[in-house]
């Protein structure tokens, strides 16, 4: 037999040549090495980017200052010879005019708990008497009212998160009433009579226990407040646009009238729309503010919206601060409530792209950027307009027309934060 040898053991046949068959299996080793090799090396070179990058973004950035504030109102007290739990009958904020009930005051607690659940169970009665009037009412266009279950929930999810504690009661009601209409439009049997007995006999139940009561009336139109907190009388209204400077920063660390001078006050009426905010800055804080300047305050530690207010007086103080006196003409529930509240003033505001400081380079001595264009490095020229420890936002100059100028990053450029060896026009691998 050509290339096999027989051995004396048992007549066993082996190969002549047994170390080229390991030899082959060696290199096929080799070469599978080699292939996912080259396969990770292409697939790593693919995907391998040499340089970091962020994409151009717009936003808008607010420099604020933190001050507190204390606000004036053209306020007078309600007074009135009465005793006990004071009921309002006007949602504070809102307007009132001369001789309006404002609000009952009622001589014991339980008094006046029963008078607010009487007039609670009289509008559940109303409702549901509403709805039994709409049993055999049909609308076939579901999708309209469907739609009107979406507006009702929006506004009322609204209301939550803005903290517009005046307006959960209306809006909770519309989003019962465009459910239910969706009900009766789908066939559903809803059968209030069995609610509305149970609510008649509460009624009469609270008819029957009602006390006396001493109703509270407006002296004057006004926007109507129910508490009184003793700060009313701290500064006239009239006297916050001709005081000096320091007669203002006292104000924020005033006093209020002891208690006892406000046992008759069922409540206060603000006469005049616009009302004021005292604050005390820092003079270089200040020191950009003028007269007329337009300025967004809010009021973190509170409910209330934010406000445009028009700076009426910048004013020095005998340390070296600066009074702000602001003005708004806004009035709700919740700017009713502001008194001494911390504020935040935006003294400026920039919108621009939002640039990583570490892209920020300086070539033959101008400020831009390496962005990545298609397969190349491109330089462009930013313009700071705002910088903080580590982004800045950067604007586009314009030329004499109102035209934005070129050569300058632009939304959407993939600005290159790390990056290594890097020139205009570098091709990368």
Not at 20 to 49: D, M, P
Request: charged share 20%; hydrophobic share 40%.
């Amino acid at each position: 037999m050509p290339n096999k040898v027989a051995k004396n053991d048992g007549g066993k046949v082996v190969p002549l040549h047994p170390k080229k068959k390991k030899s082959i299996n060696i290199l096929y080793a080799l070469l599978a090495v080699l292939v996912v090799g080259v396969s990770i090396y292409e697939i790593f070179r693919i995907n391998y980017s040499p340089v970091e990058t962020e994409v151009a973004l717009e936003t808008t950035v607010n420099n604020a200052v933190t001050a507190e504030g204390f606000v004036v109102r053209d306020e007078s007290y309600i007074r009135a010879d009465a005793a006990g739990t004071l009921v309002p009958l006007v949602t504070d904020g809102h307007r009132v005019a001369s001789g309006d009930a404002v609000a009952v005051v009622f001589g014991s607690e339980v008094s006046a708990r029963n008078y607010s659940e009487l007039q609670q169970v009289e509008a559940d009665i109303a409702y549901f008497e509403s709805l039994q009037n709409k049993i055999g009412a049909s609308s076939a266009d579901v999708d309209v009212l469907e739609e009107q279950i979406y507006s009702a929930a929006e506004s009322y999810v609204l209301a939550m998160r803005n903290g517009n504690l005046d307006e959960y009661g209306s809006y909770e009601d519309t989003v019962c009433e465009a459910i239910t209409s969706r009900q009766l439009s789908t066939g559903t049997v809803i059968d209030p009579t069995e609610k509305l007995a149970a609510l008649r006999a509460r009624l009469a139940q609270l008819q029957s226990a009602a006390g006396g009561y001493t109703t509270v009336t407006a002296d004057n139109p006004g926007y109507y407040i129910s508490h009184v907190d003793g700060y009313e009388n701290v500064i006239a209204y009239d006297d916050v646009l001709t005081a000096t400077g320091d007669q203002l920063a006292a104000v924020l660390s005033a006093d209020p009238v002891p208690e006892s001078e406000l046992q008759n006050c069922m409540g206060k009426l603000v006469d005049a729309f616009n009302w004021y905010l005292v604050c005390v800055l820092d003079a270089q804080t200040a020191a950009g503010v003028a007269s007329g300047d337009r300025l967004t305050v809010d009021f973190p530690l509170t409910s209330a919206e934010s406000v445009q207010a028009t700076v009426m007086s910048v004013l020095p103080t005998g340390d070296g601060r600066t009074v702000l006196v602001l003005q708004s003409n806004l009035m709700n529930q919740q700017y009713a409530g502001l008194r001494k509240e911390q504020v935040q003033i935006v003294l400026d505001s920039y919108t621009g792209f939002r640039v990583n400081n570490r892209a920020i380079r300086e070539v033959d001595g101008v400020q831009g950027v390496y962005v990545v264009s298609g397969n190349l490095v491109e330089f462009k020229k930013v313009e700071i307009a705002y910088s903080d420890s580590e982004y800045s936002v950067c604007v586009t100059p314009t030329d004499d027309n109102g035209n934005p100028q070129s050569g300058y990053v632009e939304l959407y450029d993939e600005i290159i934060v790390e990056g290594t060896d890097l020139y205009d026009g570098k091709i990368l691998g």
